[in-house]
Structure formats: C-alpha cells, structure tokens
C-alpha cells in the first residue's frame, strides 16, 4: 500500500508543478490570466452556456473561443484561430490560452471523476 500512496504523492506534485508551470511562467499573456481561464472553466458547467462576468478578469473577446474548447475542443478551427490573430493574439498567446483553458477543463474532469470514484467506494464499504 505504501508504493501505491508514493506513487499517488508523486502524481499529485507532479500535477501541481504542471498547473504552476502554465499558470506561473512567464509568456505573452499574463499570468492573471491564465488562472482565471482554468478556474473559469474549472467552475463552469460543460452543458450550459457561462458567459464571463465583468468581475472575472476574462477578456469578453475570449469568450466564444474559450466555450468552443471547454465544450467541443475538436471542433476548433484554423478559422477560431486566425479570429484570435485578428483579434490581436500572437501564436504563443493563443497557445497559452488554449492551454489554460484545456487545463481547467481537464482539472474538472480529474476532479469529478475522482468524487465519484470516492463515492463509489463509500457505497462499498457502507454495506
């Protein structure tokens, strides 16, 4: 058990360090903003339409972008992109956003899937 909890451990720093990397190093969007994408998404329901609220640091030019990847990522185009060129995003910053925003999309699955695993486990072991 005690490999299974290392290994658990090592996973878990190795995520962390994977979120701060994306969120923290430097690059042509500020790191502001890209911890507000994850947690945007990260918070928002996949099913609904969130718009971003004027108190969310979310650039409403992102909004249409950012839905289409937290609910459809394969259905982003080169068109999605070269709006977001034309918008005034450069290559690194509409990766940095895309990252972001794959990354709270990512983290929430992560985190529902594990609740239900737990859930799953409490049923287990209460009968």
């Not at 290392?6 to 430097?26: C, F």
């Not at 972001?100 to 009968?127: K, V």
């Amino acid at each position: 058990m005690t490999d299974r909890t290392d290994k658990a451990e090592q996973q878990d720093l190795l995520y962390q360090q994977l979120i701060q990397s994306i969120q923290s190093s430097p690059g042509a969007t500020s790191p502001a903003l890209r911890e507000a994408l994850t947690e945007y998404v990260m918070q928002t329901n996949f099913a609904e339409e969130s718009p971003f609220t004027p108190e969310s640091e979310l650039p409403s030019d992102l909004q249409t972008y950012v839905t289409k990847v937290r609910r459809h990522a394969y259905k982003v185009t080169d068109e999605d992109i070269e709006q977001l060129r034309r918008m005034g995003y450069n290559e690194e910053a509409i990766f940095e956003i895309t990252l972001s925003t794959a990354l709270g999309a990512g983290t929430r699955c992560l985190t529902r899937g594990m609740a239900a695993l737990e859930g799953a486990s409490d049923a287990t072991t209460d009968h």
